[in-house]
């Protein structure tokens, strides 16, 4: 747990984080005394004596075991220079981060890795439950920053803080996000599972689908809807003689999309359920699966729905997760919360 952590030196590809010198003053204050650069900071400009007491709390707060406010200098590795800072501040089991780069290294993608890295020390390292980050409403790049790292969008709070430093007003609109550990983690098995290799130039030319029992017969072939981010997938008919008892379809790559919607979705007809009619379906896929270079796929389904997690279960696949649903996924808009992630593993 984070009771018993000190404060170690983190390192990103462009950036090493460490603790605060007093060497830094004066890279520190070329950032913190200058309007322009600290616009929606709360704080600021710095007098030297202010940023001179920043530095030194930084220092003093970095010492302490446990540590419960990470306060980093950001170093370019390239050239050795103090860029900016970061800092994560401890509250119970959740913390709240923030950034601050020199404004000439804006936009190239340092707040974002720094962001990144103060995620991962909070759900990695020290095992929270619950990151928050707050902005002025019209800092568009501090929350793009947040937006990027997978933070969500809480709320809006007007003349929640004070008004920015070029503005005439005496207060100004804050916005306040948010992320959760269950998320981060889900995130990142997004992101592996879209660097999965997947092969597809054309549909296949299918090969005899069928196991003695039941065959596959191939009802659609769909292209991808790049727009809708939709993948190629192959509809088929599940038969069991001349009879078609069922339906199955295969997608044909990895999305964030498909991450809650799956590569495979089947369903059985309901007088012939209860036979291992969808596992045995699954299991026909793989022909196709592996002509694509496919080597695991997500299976998912709603989080009561017992029936489907058996066929998970009965294929051998790997129950990863209860996933909550984002907004934007197809499966939200009909009303659902939850899904189940399976990964099951053809390899
Ligand atoms: C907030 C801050 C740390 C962002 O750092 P950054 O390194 O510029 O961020 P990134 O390069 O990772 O950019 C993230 C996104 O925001 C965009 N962005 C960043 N600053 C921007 C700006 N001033 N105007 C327009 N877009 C901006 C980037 O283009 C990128 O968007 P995209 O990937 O969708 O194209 C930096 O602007 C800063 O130091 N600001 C002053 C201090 C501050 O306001 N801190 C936050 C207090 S809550």
Known sequence: MQEEK???????????????????????????????????????PNSEEQTRNFINISIALAEKIPCK????????????????????????????????????????GYGTEMGKALLDLGFRELNLHRITAHCDAENY?????????????EG???????????????????????????EWETRMEIEYYNALPCVFKDFFPLPDLSDGVLH???????????????????????????????????????TDGLY?????????????RGNGYAPRACRLLLPVVKAHCMEKLIITNEYKNAASMRV?????????????????????????RFVNIFEWNVE
């Open 69 to 108: 406010n990470y306060q980093y200098a950001a170093v370019s590795k390239e050239s050795n220079m103090l860029i900016g800072a970061c800092n994560l501040a401890l509250s119970g089991n959740e913390a709240e981060i923030g950034w601050i780069l020199h404004r000439d290294y804006w936009k190239r």
């Open 141 to 153: 790049g501090s929350y793009r920053v947040m937006e990027k790292i997978g933070m969500r969008r």
């Open 156 to 182: 809006l709070f007007l003349e929640g803080r004070p008004a920015h430093k070029l503005s005439d007003k005496k207060y100004g609109d804050e916005l306040s996000y948010a992320v959760l550990k269950s």
């Open 216 to 254: 596959l017969v191939c009802t659609a072939k769909k292209p991808a809807i790049p727009e809708k981010k939709w993948v190629p997938s192959y509809d088929f008919a599940v038969c069991k003689g001349s009879e078609k008892i069922g339906g199955i379809s295969l997608r044909i790559g990895y």
């Open 312 to 336: 998970c279960e009965k294929l051998g696949a790997r129950f990863m997760r209860v996933a909550r649903l984002p907004e934007w996924h197809d499966l939200y808009k009909e009303g659902k």
């Open 260 to 272: 809650y919607g799956g590569q495979i979705g089947y369903n059985i007809d309901e007088k012939h």
């Open 6 to 44: 000190g404060m170690n030196t983190l390192e990103t590809e462009r950036l090493i984080l460490r603790k605060f010198t007093e060497d830094d003053f004066a890279a520190v204050h070329s950032y913190a005394s200058c309007a322009e650069n600290i616009i929606y900071m709360v704080w600021g």
